[in-house]
């Protein structure tokens, strides 16, 4: 019998604007603008301000009917 491969998934709360748009596809400066303009939910943790991919994720979810 062959063994069993497991796969871990690795929930991310939050990442860099950086990761997010390499991630998406988007421009920095894009993710940035939308930070800016509230349509892109962020949370400030010391310096940084990261995308808050948690939250992006249970929006999602709530607009849709996952039945």
């Keep these: 019998m062959d ?3 497991q ?3 690795l ?3 939050v990442m860099t604007q950086e ?3 390499q991630l998406t596809g988007l421009t920095e400066g894009q993710v940035r603008g939308m930070i800016e303009k ?5 949370i400030k943790i010391g310096k940084p301000r990261l995308v ?3 939250l992006i994720s249970q929006n999602a ?3 849709e ?3």
């Design 3 to 5: 063994e069993q491969k």
């Design 7 to 9: 796969i871990i998934l």
């Design 11 to 13: 929930a991310t709360p």
């Design 19 to 21: 990761r997010f748009a």
């Design 38 to 42: 509230g349509h892109l939910p962020s």
């Design 52 to 54: 808050n991919v948690a």
């Design 61 to 63: 979810m709530d607009a």
């Design 65 to 67: 009917e996952w039945t």
